[in-house]
């Protein structure tokens, strides 16, 4: 059974750096195709893709905010690791450790969906 | 860059109605890379069809894909009770890597 699940603090103060982490299990993060990620949800608001990590070590980040973003990973712990520096009160939301599958077929990639989802984790920016 | 434009906002039907959900794009996509994500309130989203129209693992029939170039759709044949929720249309681009629509909201009548 594949499972992701977010841990991180849930209240940090402005200008502070916030750091989560994705601890993931039932795959390896080494198989060609497969990612882990990193997407929010600000309350009430639609989903934002922030990072991911792939499986050969490549990493993209949104470009909005990549001058704020550090993606990690350590295959042998299962964990991929989120910061995010000098972060303010529209940071606040829920964020989510996301695995993206594809494959490579022939000349194509086919990409799967983010197919595997932790639970998330509410983070609070506030003094 | 790609901007994803999703309509109706919000759909208000009855179990058993048929709900048709748009999904536009600022410019043609390829088929290939674009998924819809169903999220329940206080849940974590869950992809119902990647590759424009092939259902994920789990996902019932009644669930189908469909559209090309600009505009894409998601349909739901006959509302049951645990589809009211919120569908995202999301594209695997290259920068940014992914984007998000704005989210239809599938409500009770």
């Known amino acids: 059974q594949i499972t992701l699940r977010e841990s991180g603090p849930a209240l940090v103060k402005p200008t502070q750096t916030l750091t989560l982490t994705c601890s993931f299990s039932?795959?390896?993060?080494?198989?060609?195709?497969?990612?882990v990620g990193w997407v929010r949800q600000p309350p009430g608001q639609a989903l934002e893709w922030l990072a991911l990590?792939?499986?050969?070590?490549?990493?993209r980040y949104s470009p909005a905010l990549k001058s704020r973003l550090t993606i990690m990973r350590d295959t042998s712990r299962g964990q991929v690791v989120l910061t995010m520096t000098n972060v303010d009160p529209t940071d606040t939301g829920t964020y989510f450790c996301?695995?993206?599958?594809?494959?490579?077929?022939?000349?194509?990639?086919?990409?799967?969906?983010?197919?595997?989802w932790g639970p998330g984790t509410t983070v609070t920016v506030s003094s | 860059d790609i901007v994803l434009t999703q309509s109706p906002g919000t759909l208000s039907l009855s179990p058993g109605d048929r709900a048709t959900l748009s999904c536009r794009a600022s410019?043609?996509?390829?088929?290939?890379?674009l998924a819809w994500y169903q999220q329940r309130p206080g849940q974590a989203p869950r992809v119902v069809i990647y590759?424009?129209?092939s259902r994920a693992t789990g996902i019932p029939d009644r669930f189908s894909g469909s559209g090309s170039g600009t505009d894409f759709t998601l349909t739901i044949s006959r509302l049951e009770p645990e589809d009211f929720a919120v569908y995202y249309c999301?594209?695997?681009?290259?920068?940014?890597?992914?984007?998000f629509g704005p989210g239809t909201k599938v409500e009770s009548k």
């Open positions: 999301q594209y695997y681009g290259s920068s940014p890597l992914f984007i």
């Open positions: 410019q043609s996509l390829s088929r290939m890379y």
């Open positions: 039932g795959f390896s993060l080494t198989t060609s195709g497969e990612g």
């Open positions: 990590t792939f499986w050969d070590g490549d990493k």
């Open positions: 996301v695995r993206s599958l594809g494959a490579s077929v022939g000349f194509h990639f086919n990409f799967y969906g983010l197919d595997v």
């Open positions: 590759g424009a129209s």
